[in-house]
């Protein structure tokens, strides 16, 4: 489960390359401010937008390793010349960077991710972290159990064995958004209750995903109720989680689903 952020920092420190940024944009364009590729004498990590804008970018980035005084700035419109119909156009920045330059390029790469509470080791959650290891998150992955956790996770994962498992919900980041799908309901209704308690002290967990069926979901709701908790406070629960419609259960298919459901938060990060 390597991350493009750790592809680039480990093949960085065994050779030099160039870091390749968009700079700006105007009109449609493949990809955001913000997008970056790095450029190696033996090969790519990450992507600008691909196509011949792409292309002609790797050639400038494998001519300015040969030459530290070729142009660190270039231009592109995308139209019939590069042999694209975005319309739009694309400033992109050349750093040529080397070993001396990991610490600095991993806190500028990691800056600004947003913060992912994922409570349980099973199989959707193994799942997910493989799909978020390649996204803008930083995620804490917790479980009551010992054995759930792979010997090597993502740069972005850390995981944590919190015993009982809802004690960890007092230290999430502020931020956080919270998916819930641990081995036992008994511990996600314990979870999901923590988080209302921190949602009516500190009101700074912005999304609470419950993985299950509409059926689990309305026991626990009568089981919350019981403890106290009203019906506005409830509805800071989505249940079930993941894009609606969708009926495969496979463990890669939910995770995918979980995933492309938080991309569509407001304050979700770009690129």
């Known amino acids: 489960m390597q991350s493009l952020i750790t592809h680039f920092l480990d093949h960085l420190a065994l050779s030099p390359g160039v870091w390749v940024r968009v700079l700006e944009t105007r009109g449609s364009v493949p990809r955001d401010a913000g997008a970056w590729m790095a450029v190696f004498a033996d090969g790519t ?8 804008l792409e292309q002609d970018a790797i050639a400038h980035a494998q001519t300015l390793l040969a030459d530290p005084g070729a142009a660190r700035l270039q231009s592109f419109a995308l139209g019939p010349s590069l042999g694209q119909c975005c319309g739009g156009h694309v400033r992109l920045g050349y750093e040529p960077v080397s070993a001396h330059d990991l610490s600095r390029l991993r806190q500028a790469l990691q800056a600004g991710h947003q913060p992912v509470a994922l409570f349980g080791g099973g199989h959707v959650g193994h799942a997910l972290v493989q799909v978020f290891a390649n996204l803008p998150l930083d995620v804490h992955w917790i479980d009551s159990r010992d054995a759930p956790f792979p010997d090597q996770v993502a740069a972005n994962v850390r995981y944590e064995h919190s015993q009982p498992v809802q004690d960890a919900v007092a230290t999430l980041a502020p931020g956080a958004r919270v998916l819930i799908m641990s081995f036992s309901h008994a511990e996600d209704l314990d979870i999901v209750a923590a988080c209302l308690l921190r949602q009516r002290a500190h ?40 894009l609606p419609g969708l009926r495969d259960k496979r463990p890669e298919v939910i995770a995918v689903s979980v995933a492309a459901q938080l991309m569509t938060l407001a304050d979700w990060p770009t690129p």
């Open 45 to 52: 990590v990450g992507t600008v937008g691909g196509g011949r």
């Open 203 to 242: 009101a700074d967990l912005p999304f609470i995903g419950l993985i299950g069926s509409k059926t689990k979901w309305a026991t626990f709701r009568q089981r919350l109720e019981a403890r106290g908790f009203t019906a506005q406070e409830l509805a800071r629960i989505t249940s079930p989680i993941g």
